[in-house]
């Protein structure tokens, strides 16, 4: 059984910064491109970033360019978001997903974690 558990999400002030992780069991994660994703109260799904299995290329999302940075460590079979100059328009329930083709796109994800809040106050 596939699991993808996130971890790290809080509240903080604008300017601020924390670190996501994304921890993956039942699955061989080196096989699989990892996403981020998120989904504010009223909107939909949006891309976040993702990275290809070897960390041979990453994308972001042009509103979090600069700011956000996605990394894996496929000996621990964990996907990381390093989010830097939070802002209030960040505030989401943040997700990881994985597919075996790195891709923007949320419906070409084949699992799905359950989700961590991230709310950056102003």
């Known amino acids: 059984q596939v699991q993808l558990v996130e971890s790290g999400g809080g509240l903080v002030q604008a300017g601020g910064s924390l670190r996501l992780s994304c921890a993956a069991s039942g699955l061989t994660f080196r096989r699989y491109a990892m996403g981020w994703f998120r989904q504010a109260p009223g909107k939909e799904r949006e891309f976040v970033a993702a990275?290809?299995?070897?960390?041979?290329?990453?994308y972001n999302a042009h509103s979090v360019k600069g700011r956000f940075t996605i990394s894996r460590d496929n000996a621990k079979n964990t996907v990381y978001l390093q989010m830097n100059s939070l802002k209030p328009e960040d505030t989401a329930v943040y997700y990881c997903?994985?597919?075996?083709?790195?891709?923007?796109?949320?419906?070409?994800?084949?699992?799905w974690g359950q989700g961590t809040q991230v709310t950056v106050s102003s």
């Open positions: 997903a994985a597919d075996r083709v790195v891709t923007t796109a949320a419906r070409a994800y084949d699992y």
């Open positions: 990275i290809s299995q070897s960390s041979g290329s990453t």
